[in-house]
């Protein structure tokens, strides 16, 4: 065995021990793109306690960063990052397609975007997005703080060449999910969830819990477990009848502060509908788990992905475009409908857990002026 294969077996060997927190589903490749003091720099941050999400988000940043420091300049990533090699990133990711046009030496290289379309790193044609350039600058300089180092990252040069680059390649703000998944569209989801199969029973639940319970983001519902779950007192409505409630302790979110914990409430059909599936399956561990081709379920929580997966799928059997919604459509969609019916923000976001009201209210201001005078001014 070489030193080389010895030294990328350790690293795998290594991978593996922080599987169980930051599972890792291209181990092999990871080990030869990372370098033993990038391993060293993980195993640091899970023992820290850092975020799954968060960890998961920075190894593939990182991932993408060697990758493309390796083909652009055939070496691994220097720490710290000298400001040059910063200004190259930028000016590799953000261009301007009609110039490239004029000078095909303009943005990335040829032969460095073919190394990384070859290794599967990148998918899209064109520059990437300005906030994915950010986040992947931030993770980057996030890196570099946990081994007690500074950079360039806040440099006056790297922030105007960012900018400078955004204005020339200027491109619509989009929300994660083109359209929201308002209660008609969610109506048409759950009708092509009426055959009564395993895999119907489950993406019903889904989608009522994930919508009903504010608008949950896809990891919420992917990590969610039955231990999670607490039955409460049935609520009172008007014409004296009683509904189910459930509340659904979420632990710490993406919002949320260290030391809150965050809870949220299920009543009425979308708690039939989640119980109709803990029924069936569950007992203990994780709530939503995958379905074989065949039907038949599975100990192995979802990921993800396969929440999103899910909404298309459910979205293109009701015969509207999976282009245009994501799971993320269901988060946007509960404040839309929210705002729709009347329901005060604060109480909304109560539910939604949305700490930033500038975000949440933006839903409001949207159904507001769709409505509105202003907008059926020659109706």
Not at 107 to 118: F, I, K, Y
Not at 156 to 182: C, D, E, W
Not at 344 to 364: F, G, K
Request: glycine share 8%; charged share 25%.
């Amino acid at each position: 065995m070489s030193p080389t294969s010895g030294s990328i077996d350790k690293r795998a060997g290594e991978l593996d021990t922080i599987a169980a927190v930051l599972p890792i589903d291209r181990r092999d490749k990871l080990a030869e793109l990372l370098t033993d003091q990038d391993v060293e720099t993980l195993r640091h941050l899970v023992h820290e306690g850092m975020g799954e999400n968060t960890l998961r988000a920075l190894t593939s940043d990182l991932a993408y960063l060697e990758a493309w420091s390796l083909a652009a300049t055939g070496s691994p990533l220097p720490w710290p990052a000298p400001e040059a090699l910063l200004l190259k990133f930028v000016a590799h990711h953000l261009w301007d397609p009609q110039k490239r046009e004029i000078e095909p030496g303009h943005g990335m290289p040829a032969a460095t975007e073919q190394s990384l379309r070859d290794q599967g790193f990148l998918r899209s044609v064109g520059p990437h997005a300005p906030d994915t350039v950010r986040r992947r600058l931030a993770s980057w300089s996030t890196l570099s703080k946990w081994r007690g180092l500074t950079g360039f990252f806040a440099s006056p040069a790297l922030k105007s060449a960012i900018r400078l680059a955004v204005r020339a390649t200027p491109r619509p703000r989009m929300r994660r999910s083109a359209k929201a998944v308002t209660a008609d569209v969610l109506a048409r989801l759950l009708a092509t969830c009426s055959g009564g199969s395993l895999r119907d029973i489950r993406d019903r639940a889904i989608l009522m819990v994930a919508f009903a319970s504010g608008g949950r983001r896809r990891s919420e519902i992917a990590g969610l477990r039955k231990e999670q779950l607490t039955v409460e007192p049935a609520i009172e409505v008007e014409d004296g009848a009683a509904l189910p409630s459930l509340s659904i302790r979420l632990g710490r979110t993406k919002t949320s502060g260290a030391d809150q914990d965050e809870v949220v409430y299920l009543t009425g059909r979308p708690l039939d509908a989640l119980n109709q599936w803990l029924e069936a399956r569950i007992d203990t561990g994780s709530v939503f788990r995958a379905i074989d081709r065949w039907g038949n379920g599975s100990r192995r929580a979802l990921d993800p992905k396969a929440v999103n997966d899910i909404v298309k799928q459910r979205i293109a059997l009701a015969g509207l475009d999976p282009g245009e919604f994501s799971a993320h459509g269901l988060r946007s969609g509960y404040l839309t409908e929210a705002a729709n019916r009347g329901i005060p923000l604060p109480e909304a976001m109560e539910q939604s857990r949305h700490r930033s009201v500038q975000q949440a209210s933006s839903y409001y201001n949207d159904a507001t002026r769709r409505s509105g005078k202003a907008a059926r001014l020659f109706s």
